[in-house]
């Protein structure tokens, strides 16, 4: 396994980590959900355009990809859009674990779809999961937002789309450069119409909400890039592992910068959670790994 490539996924996995507890920080601030979605594609889009002189036949494979190109654009949007607006409805410990079950929906994907055989080990490790979750939404269930909890599961299956696609797309030699190009473009002009014309930006914050609000925006564009960096290098299913760093830094912040906290139950569910899905990922790739 690649060096590089175990680098690129866990700084992929802390930058994702540092997200939502510093969103959810620039919101106490009174930074609004639209112009958080709109600088984190805006700053994405300033890092990456230097690279396009560079890009050759740009436009062609553009044009010869299109779906898929547009495909991992509209996971790109559910994954953003879900994850930004459950830390504003519901605590970011609860909205991540919840988020990071997407290797459930690529599971199901594989089994539906590819019609991929899963051993029964795999199998008990993510009824786990489903168990680990009962444990950590039992004791806030009656007073948890339904509209939180649904945006963190809207953005799991943005998560499950990129991932999926973004294998695809590799597989036909499609860089990380030109995906993270044409995402970023994409979405700065398609969030800036809808927040223009149907919502209201509200740009009236203090200096320090703005520079709150961008350590967010920078951290999602390094994370993106790290990540489709990784899976050519060392695959979809050895990034996934080592993104699991992800939630860590994400409850580990959660916990220090905002002051939530988790029950014993809480605890003792994302602990179940997170080695279940992790140890499943491992020995999901060490299948395929032995079987090709």
């Known amino acids: 396994m690649q060096l590089l490539g175990i680098f690129f996924a866990l700084g992929a996995g802390l930058f994702f980590g540092i997200l939502a507890p510093t969103t959810k920080i620039s919101y106490n601030l009174g930074v609004g959900v639209g112009l958080a979605i709109l600088l984190r594609y805006f700053i994405a889009t300033l890092l990456v355009a230097p ?24 996971g790109s949007i559910f994954l953003t859009s879900g994850l ?19 290797p459930l929906l690529v599971l199901f994907f594989s089994i539906i779809i590819d019609r991929e055989k899963i051993s029964n080990n795999i199998k008990i490790l993510f009824l ?10 039992g004791p806030s ?4 937002n339904i509209f939180g909890f649904l945006c963190a599961v809207v953005a799991s299956i943005g998560a499950t ?27 700065s002009f398609f969030f800036f119409f809808i927040l223009f014309f149907f919502f209201k930006i509200d740009l009236s914050i203090s200096k320090i909400s703005f520079l709150i609000v961008l350590i967010p925006s920078f951290s999602y564009a390094i994370a993106l890039f790290l990540q489709l960096l990784a899976i050519p290098k060392i695959g979809q299913t ?8 992800e939630p860590v ?21 994302a602990v179940i959670v997170l080695s279940s899905l992790a140890l499943a990922t491992y020995l999901s790739g060490k299948i395929k790994n032995d079987s090709s």
Do not use: H, R, W
Request: hydrophobic share 55%; proline share 2%; net charge positive.
């Open 238 to 245: 050895n990034t996934a592992l080592f993104l699991y760093l």
């Open 141 to 144: 269930f009656s007073s948890l």
């Open 249 to 269: 830094v994400a409850i580990i912040g959660a916990v220090i910068l905002l002051k939530e906290t988790l029950t014993k139950y809480q605890l003792v569910g």
């Open 84 to 102: 930004l607006l459950s830390v504003k409805y519901i605590e970011v410990s609860l909205a991540i674990l919840i988020f990071c079950t997407y």
């Open 161 to 187: 789309t990129m991932i999926i696609i973004n294998q695809k797309m590799s597989n036909k030699s499609i860089t990380p450069v030109q995906i993270n190009i044409f995402i970023n473009f994409f979405n």
């Open 128 to 137: 786990s999961t489903f168990v680990g979750l009962f444990f950590v939404l």
């Open 51 to 74: 690279l396009i002189p560079f890009q050759k036949n740009l436009l062609i494979i553009y044009k010869n990809n299109l779906f898929d190109f547009l495909l991992i654009t509209v």
